[in-house]
């Protein structure tokens, strides 16, 4: 099972530093693929590739002086409090949106460790080595964020910015899985009761349960992820409410209408608020997570009308 960073002693916490800046190697990839398309930021991952290296190198020479030639496996995913990541590195072409973005969420993750690891080691060397890391970690992800072909590794972020990002990381990203969740897959259930019973009061009842216990089970699940401690991703309490909250509200939006007695004007009702749900998510991606507009609208819309033919055909079965 995945250890607290909490439990973890300074030599464990030592080794695990050893271990995150292997992002160097991640670089390398982001520097090959992107070599051909845009040589600055390729040029600029290289440089990065070239401090992680030397990071891990004084790591490991201080891991030696302190606690000798063994170092134990310790993983990022050995401890909680760390985001999964999708190898998208591993494809080509690689999309520079992409690569921006992975490399800003991987300097902040690993700023925010060193943050953390300052305040559990007592030993003063290690103490000024992992704040000097720190430090150049802060000016990774500033240079993440500027990447373009005209980079300037001097851009500040502004405060407004590390809001907007803070915004979406804790409360926008798990609303819109809650939202995204609940909308898709209580469609399903609703609409098979409403075509088995062709009663809106039956399909009421039946999308009313699917949303609530969605949504619990939702906001457990997202609370109980990551303590936030090392992924700046904020409170569980405060994201599990959010996720149950919004999981719970994309279901009983296309319930609502079977409130309705007649069950034909219900059912148009529900397919109507169905198709503005979908969209409102496809906005939301569009606006906050950088996805094209075309390609949300499709990727959402085409789960949706798979989940509502899914729901239609089991119920008139």
């Not at 440089?47 to 134990?72: C, K, N, Q, V, W």
């Not at 890391?133 to 980079?151: D, F």
């Not at 090392?230 to 319930?255: D, E, K, N, Q, S």
Request: net charge neutral.
């Amino acid at each position: 099972m995945a250890r607290k960073f909490k439990d973890l002693s300074e030599r464990e916490i030592l080794a695990l530093a050893i271990a995150l800046e292997e992002d160097s190697r991640v670089y390398a990839d982001f520097a090959d693929g992107l070599r051909e398309t845009y040589p600055a930021t390729a040029k600029l991952f290289e440089e990065m590739r070239e401090e992680e290296s030397s990071h891990r190198a004084a790591l490991i020479d201080t891991y030696r002086a302190r606690f000798g030639e063994h170092i134990p496996l310790l993983r990022r995913q050995d401890v909680k409090g760390f985001i999964q990541r999708r190898p998208f590195w591993l494809k080509r072409p690689l999309k520079i949106a992409e690569v921006r973005k992975q490399a800003e969420i991987m300097e902040l993750e690993t700023r925010r460790f060193y943050q953390k690891a300052v305040q559990h080691v007592t030993d003063a060397g290690v103490r000024k080595l992992l704040g000097d890391l720190e430090e150049v970690e802060r000016k990774h992800q500033v240079e993440a964020e500027a990447l373009n072909e005209e980079i300037a590794p001097d851009v500040k972020k502004s405060e407004e910015e590390a809001q907007r990002r803070l915004f979406v990381l804790q409360i926008v990203q798990p609303g819109l899985a809650g939202l995204m969740d609940g909308s898709v897959s209580t469609l399903a259930p609703v609409f098979a009761a409403a075509f088995a019973t062709r009663d809106s009061k039956d399909a009421f009842l039946v999308g009313l349960a699917a949303s609530i216990g969605a949504g619990i089970s939702l906001a457990f699940a997202e609370a109980l992820s990551d303590d936030g401690s090392l992924t700046g991703r904020g409170r569980p309490v405060l994201r599990g409410a959010v996720t149950g909250f919004m999981t719970a509200t994309g279901g009983i939006g296309h319930t609502l209408p079977f409130l309705i007695s007649n069950f034909h004007i219900a059912f148009s009702a529900a397919v109507i608020v169905v198709a503005a749900e979908l969209g409102v998510i496809a906005w939301i991606r569009n606006r906050y997570m950088d996805t094209p507009l075309l390609s949300a609208a499709f990727q959402v819309v085409v789960g949706g009308v798979l989940v509502f033919i899914a729901g239609v055909w089991i119920g008139s079965s």
